[in-house]
């Protein structure tokens, strides 16, 4: 009897070529196992991921440079600031757009970053990570990026893609080599087989998407280290200064700075801190949900929370939450909107009317007017976008998704009008 089931990432915790000790693994699950079978000959696979490692020295040697513009492929992040947009390309780099006009964006290079996911930006000085470091870049002159620091072994957390952490005395994680293994055991042993899912103010700064994990407010950045958010004073823009760490708990997920709060997206809730003091970040409280992921973006008096099950949310929930947080300690549900697959969202209050904008996997980007919290309209969307996160600015609404780069006028939110879309290849 063939039984198949995906071991999740069990191998991820493996170093390499020690594939061989997942067996061990496998015979301590098996005692949990309970099978119908009654032959000696049974076999199961799972699928397992080896980590392919380049090293230190290597990886720090790969040169931080503007190169030619290059298509979009693998996009993840967006950021804007000052008429130039930055599109990241996961674990490669960032593409520069021109963006002064929406309607004719020029992508004038692409800043070669291995390992790069997030940036943040302020006084000229880009802050991304690279794989396990943080980089401080001079972009004084956009079209000549100048490397001034490299702050090394800042993100010691780092989980590398879907698959996990690894040893990281090996060096770095640059993919992962999937390989079926089928391993066979005897069927009177009573096996049960378990299905595991796989996918499981201050300086002038620009303006992120809501699945951030770098933030930039009062002189500080703060920047995710796996569950652990770390502030760094930012006085001097080229020369960081770590404050503190702090422990936020299991399944953070996304930065997101208002006023004197910094909050916090995870996948049990929403975390607000207070900045009065911007290097100490305190604890106020939480808005806690069903286990979903979790990005938050903020406006007057209420968060907008997304939830959505899939990938490492398993059995979340796929539904939009409107919170009221004129009280911070005591955050509380104003209404739930029905949702498909939610990713990123953006609002924007310049209106009368205030918009919601939320990128709902393949139901497309929807506009929501939630002027009134506790009766949320739909009042437009775009079917044919599969969009990951927004920013809405100044009429213009940049989208990063699925197939590439678009961006919106929303003067008349009812009837969205693209300007512009460069296409992933």
């Excluded at 620091?149 to 800042?154: A, D, F, Q």
């Excluded at 760490?245 to 049990?268: C, D, H, M, V």
């Excluded at 970040?281 to 997304?306: Q, R």
Aim: negative net charge; aromatic residues 12%; contains cysteine.
């Amino acid at each position: 009897m063939y039984h198949k089931f995906t071991l999740y990432r069990i191998s991820s915790y493996i170093p390499k070529y020690s594939l061989s000790s997942l067996y061990f693994f496998i015979a301590i699950f098996s005692v949990f196992f309970l099978s119908s079978c009654e032959r000696d000959d049974c076999s199961y696979s799972y699928t397992a991921y080896e980590p392919i490692f380049m090293s230190y020295d290597e990886f720090r040697s790969v040169p931080v440079e503007l190169q030619s513009p290059r298509s979009l492929d693998k996009v993840g992040k967006i950021y804007f600031y000052n008429d130039y947009l930055f599109v990241n390309e996961i674990n490669k780099g960032i593409h520069v757009i021109d963006n002064s006009n929406p309607s004719l964006p020029i992508q004038v290079g692409f800043l070669n970053i291995i390992g790069n996911v997030d940036i943040a930006i302020a006084g000229n000085t880009l802050y991304a990570d690279s794989y396990t470091d943080l980089l401080v870049i001079n972009i004084n002159t956009v079209t000549s990026p100048q490397l001034i620091k490299r702050i090394e072994n800042t993100f010691s957390n780092q989980i590398f893609g879907n698959n996990g952490y690894a040893d990281p005395n090996y060096g770095i994680v640059v993919d992962w080599k999937e390989t079926e293994v089928v391993a066979n055991y005897n069927c009177n042993d009573n096996n049960e087989y378990l299905e595991y899912d796989q996918h499981r103010e201050g300086l002038n700064s620009g303006i992120a998407g809501s699945m951030a994990r770098f933030a930039i407010t009062q002189n500080h950045l703060y920047t995710l280290n796996g569950d652990n958010l770390k502030s760094y004073s930012i006085l001097n823009p080229v020369s960081p200064k770590m404050k503190s760490e702090i422990k936020l708990g299991w399944g953070i997920e996304t930065l997101f700075p208002y006023g004197a709060n910094l909050f916090i997206g995870s996948q049990r809730g929403m975390h607000i801190y207070d900045l009065y003091e911007p290097s100490q970040p305190k604890f106020i409280s939480t808005y806690e949900h069903i286990t979903s992921c979790d990005p938050v973006v903020v406006s007057g008096n209420t968060a907008y929370v997304t939830l959505r099950d899939g990938t490492n949310c398993r059995n979340g929930v796929n539904e939009l939450h409107l919170i009221d947080i004129s009280d911070l300690s005591h955050p509380s549900l104003i209404n739930t909107e029905a949702m498909t697959n939610p990713y990123g969202l953006g609002v924007n209050s310049n209106y009368t009317n205030k918009m919601l904008f939320v990128c709902d996997g393949d139901a497309g980007l929807k506009v929501f007017d939630v002027t009134n919290p506790s009766n949320v309209e739909q009042i437009a969307s775009d079917e044919s976008i599969n969009g990951y996160d927004v920013i809405a600015h100044q009429n213009i609404l940049m989208l990063i998704g699925k197939d590439g780069l678009y961006q919106y006028d929303y003067q008349s939110p009812q009837s969205l009008k693209l300007l512009s879309s460069i296409k992933t290849k």
